[in-house]
């Protein structure tokens, strides 16, 4: 088993940034430094780091520190450049004009999904969904669509860690039974959700290997319209990535 040299500098911003995606919030010198386990005045000088390069930002008379939209434009300059999504971009964009309804490229950070793109439908009644968004793995399609993607043993464990909170009233908040769901997911060819992170609307998502790297993919959209079309979304969402496999080689 090879062991990866990691820099302890590097790992502690990362759980600073980290931290600030759980909370959703400012947070205070104290808070951050318990948020992360480090000690308070190590932690001060992280902080005023990131302040002095324009990562971070101060409220309440520097007693606050939340990310700045400098690091949301650095990580769109990145997104938007990323060889991967100029490949994928294309098939996506036409797979939402083919189905009407809002497309998604997702990829796992730790225990969430993040939206790495978007393409969304001119239709006024739509999923709506921004860049950077963060969903958790066991209440998105998306997310399911990933999990699938690992070994059976390596899911089970993933899963029995995972904090399974309800967040709507049909989440699944037992393993098994989500692990049963995944399964289910397996052997139809693509992971669905109805309801389970955002109420009364119903996702497809399928994953997909790229570069090296696990993707999913998800067709999302109102209950309403997605049910009756359900077998043909999935169906186009699954002819998309056998074409798209096939250009990436």
Known sequence: ????????????????LEAFA??????????????????????????RTL??????????????HYPSKLLFELASTLLANNPVIAIISPFLQTLCDQCGETVVLGKRLGNHVIYLDVYETSQTIRFSARVSTLRDLHSSALGKALLEQMP?????????????????????????????????????????????????????????????????????????????????????LLATLRNLSTEVG
């Open 152 to 236: 059976e043993a390596e899911r089970t464990a993933f899963v029995s860690q995972l904090s399974l909170k309800p967040i709507t009233g049909h989440t699944y908040t037992d393993a098994s039974a989500l692990l049963a769901n995944i399964r289910e997911g397996l052997e139809r060819g693509w992971q669905l959700t109805h309801g389970e992170s955002v109420d009364d609307v119903m996702a497809v998502a399928r994953g997909i290997l790229l570069g090296g790297e696990h993707y999913a993919v998800a067709i999302a959209g109102p209950l309403s319209r997605m049910q009756p079309r359900l077998q043909a979304h999935a169906q186009a």
């Open 51 to 64: 302040t002095s390069r324009g990562y971070l930002t101060t409220f309440d008379q520097h007693r606050l």
């Open 1 to 16: 088993m090879t062991t990866i040299k990691r820099v302890k500098a590097a790992d502690r911003t990362l759980d600073l």
């Open 22 to 47: 759980r909370s959703k919030r400012p947070l205070s010198l104290s808070e951050a430094a318990k948020e992360i386990d480090m000690p308070v005045s190590s932690c001060h000088v992280l902080l």
